[in-house]
């Protein structure tokens, strides 16, 4: 009997534990807690995230927002780049697998005071949760006015200088400069010009090469200053560009396992016939669902990336090596909710340990930690399937 490894038990991803403990505490019945849990699962998988790219024309604000969606510019769905394309009213772009993730291209301020108080007004700036403010050249008076008009709003921004490829490959032909030279003259320029905001971070960036420079660095920054609820939509609505994006992006959806297992397995409203596991397979379905597409593994992502590395999508699917190869769909799922020989002794401890004095949860107390095992184990088959693609795809 095939016996699975303790790494897939991971006991100590307890994150969401305490709430859960409480939810138990605070319901009269089994069903009522699971109720709750499963309506704080829907409220944090459809937490919306509205992040407004603005600045000056040309500086790179439609490029950078396909970036972040992973999306070519010559997709249907691109935002238009392109020297002479100017974004002149406010573009709305939906992500291509996150509805609840919007990213706004926005034009950039004019030339005057007023036009800075003004824009603030027009732009209906409570819509949006962070503010990334673009420049391709050096932050002006018009990029601090409008810094300051969105912090009296009390809402985050961030300056992003980009173009850093150009500016790197110039600087060395040109004066032979390293890249860190490079680097280094153009942050010590742009605070110069942001001394007035008390020297804010500025991130550099290209969004042609989103895992070089300081990218990885803004996206750590959001994460740490956006709410917790925020954090899984930023980070699950990214694009895998590097192992480290990867790292993150399971990091933030361990936390979900404890709280999707007792979501779908204390009660099983809809159980799978022929199987003795209880459990709530939609839930179950829908997590490694959302998994597939957070890493880039659904055929539209493939799709996506095939056309961004220039290689055929049959030879990045050709990496993919798990069970979830043709896609996380009711078959495969089904199969993997019936294998034998897992075990889940440790995680039924440690649930114990900390449900002492809610025992009417022990009845489904097997089926929880077994799907928190299942959870744990398909999404560390799909980071290999995920590492395995980028590596194909050269990424890596
Ligand atoms: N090398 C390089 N070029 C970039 C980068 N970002 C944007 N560009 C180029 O800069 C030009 C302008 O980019 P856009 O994204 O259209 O700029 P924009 O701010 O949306 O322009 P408007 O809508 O006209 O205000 C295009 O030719 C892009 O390909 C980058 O990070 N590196
Ligand atoms: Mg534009």
Redesign the pocket.
Known sequence: MACAPDAYVDVNSDYYFREIVDIYRSSSTMEAATATIRHRLDQLHNVTLNIAVT??????????VNAIRGIPHNDPQA?P???T???MTPVKYDHPTMPNVKIW?L??IGTTKHQAKTYVKHKKFETYDVFII?T?ERFRENDVLLATAILKQKKLYYFVR?????DVYAEQQINRYSEGQVLANIRWDCQKHLRDLGNPKVFL????YLEKYDFPQLIETLREDLPENKRLALIQSLPVYSTDILRMKCKQFRKMIWLTAFGAGAVAINPIPGLALACDFAIVLSFLGKVQKAFGLDDESLQRLAVRVNKPVCELKSAMNSRFKDGVNSDVVRQFLATPGITVAASVQFMMTFLVGVGTLVAGGMSVATVHYILNKGMAEMEEDAKAVLTVAQII
Do not use: C, L, W, Y
């Open positions: 600045g000056m024309a040309g500086a790179g604000k439609s490029t950078f935002a780049t392109g020297v394309e100017t974004t291209d034009p950039g673009i391709s980009s173009k850093i490829d150009n960036i290209s969004s042609f």
